[in-house]
């Protein structure tokens, strides 16, 4: 793998972190890996109030920390409100932002969610600010997972290096940037997670993560037999698609874009943003760099199955679309109508060693031959990278992989003005677009919902603060001869479900650079 930023359910965002996070912690509810159905975990059941406004759980018996003591309701008073913590730092907090009390425990003028509440050790309230009818999908996110106040409090630098949590799989030794990790079973684990046939149990005794500079270096190990699960590189997607049974190719519900600097000029100006979307060429790119795996996306919203889906059959009043095709001709027409001179250079800022140096390139190439801009690349690291996002004034490429399974969480996180300084990158503001989310999320009938989520996109498409490239994809090889699954090789997110990973020899599984979210 990648090295990640943490491995800390309250803090790994990213995509190693996050697959880490996702062995060492169960959330209340979980997904089903092949339906994306929400299911008891370490809640055995839920309820969200009539009005949207608070959701009781009612937690399992048996739910055990790693280190041995028994899960209450007042872990999750102490757990939620740590990621909230200003001194925590996680980027993931923005997934609380609905719960009673996150404006102040984010400025630090109180320690506890006051919206968080133990009515029971095994009975938990949630309290919102404001209704949100599908705040249970929230807490199928591993943030929300608990972590145990006594480790978390008493020493945090070594809790960050070997988290405590509920999960299938514990950290033998403290992790050590640049050395790997090695995860083995819980012998504790309740075993009784719903979105799991077997009960979410860890099918290999020891996971070990090693660590990679990049995705090529990664894959070239797995060739030489040193991995048994690794990401695909863009520029290998042709060749992994010749390894047979060892190639997956699976869909997720992320979006790749390109992303506008909207308080920087001329991105200010929406028909500047619309000239240059006009200049790349979404399909070709597409074709050349990911063998025509990757559909063209033409909205926000990634196709979604679970509760944020349309049932089978559902008729669809007004689907947002993008209604943009390729055309420099008329880019260049739209600014010279506009008395729009070339900016003195324009860069496009990206991470790099995963892949992206060739799409980006042919994206520079059709800005600079359409537009006769002057474009150049800013390539960094991971960390500069994720640093300079929040005030860019560039453009950007970005992913957004939905945490969990809804519209809401493609559309808030990204477009509404709450979200600014978070990742809301582009730092777009729209009061209808506001106004739409959040009446959304107020409105109890699910069909009402979807059209309200509808209209807000299609706003935003409109507005273009981001150009959607491609609907997700990811490309793994996992080598049948050492690992089989139980059931689907990859979630529902597209992720290596490596819980349910069988060893076929008495040897641990090892994963190389294998996503999360955000790459």
């Known amino acids: 793998m990648c090295e990640p930023s943490a491995i800390d359910p309250g803090r790994a965002f990213e995509h190693d972190g996050a697959l880490v996070a996702s062995l060492l912690a169960d959330p209340l509810v979980d997904c089903d890996p092949v339906t994306g159905r929400l299911a008891p975990a370490a809640a055995r059941a839920w309820q969200v109030a009539p009005d949207g406004l608070s959701v009781r759980f009612r937690l399992r018996p048996g739910v055990r920390f790693h280190h041995g003591r028994e899960v209450t309701a007042q872990d999750y008073c102490y757990s939620l409100s740590r990621v909230v913590r200003p001194e925590t730092d ?3 907090a923005h997934h609380l932002s609905a719960v009673e009390g996150y404006a102040e425990v984010a400025a630090g003028s109180a320690h506890l969610l006051s919206g968080v509440r133990r009515l029971t050790d095994s009975h938990l309230l949630i309290q919102l600010t404001r209704p949100f009818h599908e705040i249970a999908a929230v807490f199928s996110h591993r943030v929300t997972a608990p972590v145990p106040a006594e480790l978390a409090e008493a020493d945090p630098a070594a809790f960050a290096r070997r988290p405590v949590s509920t999960g299938p799989y514990a950290v033998v030794e403290e992790w050590q940037p640049g050395r790997g990790l090695a995860l083995e079973r819980f012998d504790g684990y309740y075993a009784a997670n719903g979105a799991y046939p077997d009960g979410g149990a860890g099918a290999a005794r020891r996971i070990e993560f090693r660590i990679h500079q990049d995705l090529s270096s990664a894959h070239r190990a797995f060739l030489r037999g040193e991995l048994d699960v690794t990401e695909v590189p863009p520029d290998q997607i042709e060749e992994a698609g010749r390894s047979g049974p060892a190639f997956h190719c699976t869909p997720n519900p992320m979006v790749t874009y390109l992303g506008f600097p909207l308080p920087v000029a001329p991105f200010d100006d929406p028909v500047v943003r619309r000239a240059v979307a006009m ?7 597409g074709k050349r760099h990911f063998a025509g795996t990757r559909p063209v996306a033409d909205r926000i919203v990634p196709p979604l199955t679970g509760p944020g889906a349309l049932p089978p059959g559902a008729a669809i009043a007004h689907r947002p679309s993008l209604n943009l095709a390729y055309d420099p001709d008329r880019a260049r027409q739209l600014l010279a109508e506009r008395g729009i001179a070339p900016p003195g250079g324009v860069r496009v800022l990206f991470n790099a060693g995963q892949g992206h140096e060739g799409w980006i390139s042919d994206v520079m190439r059709g800005i600079r031959d359409g537009l006769g801009w002057q474009v150049e690349e800013r390539r960094l690291d991971w960390p500069g990278y994720l640093r300079e996002l929040p005030h860019a004034t560039t453009l950007f490429r970005m992913n957004w992989t ?3 399974l809804s519209a809401d969480n493609a559309l808030h996180p990204l477009t509404h003005s ?12 729209n009061p209808r677009v506001d106004a739409l989310i959040d009446g959304a999320r107020a409105t109890a009938d699910a069909a009402e919902r979807r059209t309200r989520y509808r209209q807000a996109e299609q706003l935003v498409l409109d507005d273009l603060p981001f150009l959607p490239l491609w609907q997700g994809a990811l490309y793994h090889l996992v080598a049948p001869e050492r690992v089989r699954p139980l059931g689907p090789a990859m ?4 992720v290596p479900a490596l819980r349910q990973y069988r060893v076929v020899d008495s040897a641990p599984a090892t994963a190389g650079s294998t996503p999360g979210a955000g790459r």
């Open 90 to 92: 996680s980027a993931l």
């Open 491 to 494: 979630n529902v997110f597209g």
């Open 418 to 429: 709450a979200a600014v300084g978070d990742s809301n990158y582009a730092r777009y503001r």
């Open 402 to 404: 939905v945490d969990y």
């Open 279 to 285: 200049c790349v060429d979404r399909e070709s790119i």
